[in-house]
């Protein structure tokens, strides 16, 4: 079974944003899935919106 830790992006008074990392990989969920998709032409006005990360 592989271990994951959970980061918290984003916090605000009404939600929070959460990712997850897995113990063997160097980027979360979220970074990996930004990186996928910033160039997406469809996607890429929805990117102004989410939080910056690393």
Known sequence: MTKATILSL???ENAGLF???FE???QS???KFVN????DAVRKNDFKN???SD
């Open 36 to 39: 996928k998709f910033k160039d």
């Open 10 to 12: 984003e916090q605000t």
């Open 29 to 31: 969920e979220f970074v």
């Open 24 to 26: 063997d990989e160097n």
């Open 50 to 52: 989410y939080p910056q």
């Open 19 to 21: 990712t997850i990392i």
